[in-house]
């Protein structure tokens, strides 16, 4: 499915900030039994190519710092466009990503790679979720792929209304 929207010369597309958080960097390495094979170079590349067949831009980050992840969601507002995260250990304890997904009142889908409601008790609540209109747990790599499939109906529908 893409988007519906004017495709002449100097129409762009929606970004979708792709944020990820804290040991995201080490993917592939990073108990695979868990967390699965794929690098998260192997999941950009994934999600870049997944984005241009349906008409939209990413932006894909990764950090270590809580405030990064804040400061892009921040530089999002009134953009348009969507994000897709996954916080990693933030998404369990950071109320400060929870309310600047909420001021930025853009399409949020949550990913998790790990199914977290069959792991730890301490990873069952996410904060993230609070504000999430989707999310999707336990795909693994492919879970970056359906959100952006789900997030460019989100934001299609955002600019019919
Ligand atoms: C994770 C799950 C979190 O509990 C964990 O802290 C992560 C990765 C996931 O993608 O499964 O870093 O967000």
């Not at 695979?32 to 690098?39: E, H, L, T």
Request: proline share 4%; hydrophobic share 40%.
């Amino acid at each position: 499915m893409t988007t519906q929207r004017p495709k002449g010369r100097g129409a762009k597309p929606p970004i979708v900030l792709i944020a990820n958080g804290p040991n995201l960097n080490l993917l592939g390495r990073r108990e695979p039994a868990v967390y699965g094979k794929a690098s998260l170079a192997d999941i950009e590349r994934a999600c870049r190519k997944r984005a241009q067949g349906l008409g939209l831009g990413i932006d894909f980050r990764q950090s270590n710092q809580e405030g990064d992840l804040v400061d892009w969601i921040q530089g999002r507002m009134g953009q348009g466009g969507g994000i897709i995260i996954n916080a990693g250990a933030y998404s369990h304890s950071s109320i400060a990503i929870l309310d600047a997904l909420t001021a930025v009142n853009l399409p949020v889908i949550e990913v998790h790679l790990s199914q977290i409601h069959r792991r730890e008790p301490f990873r069952h609540h996410s904060y993230v979720s609070r504000v999430a209109d989707g999310v999707i747990l336990g795909l693994g790599a492919q879970g970056y792929e359906l959100a952006l499939d789900a997030i460019a109906r989100l934001i299609a529908k955002r600019e019919d209304a």
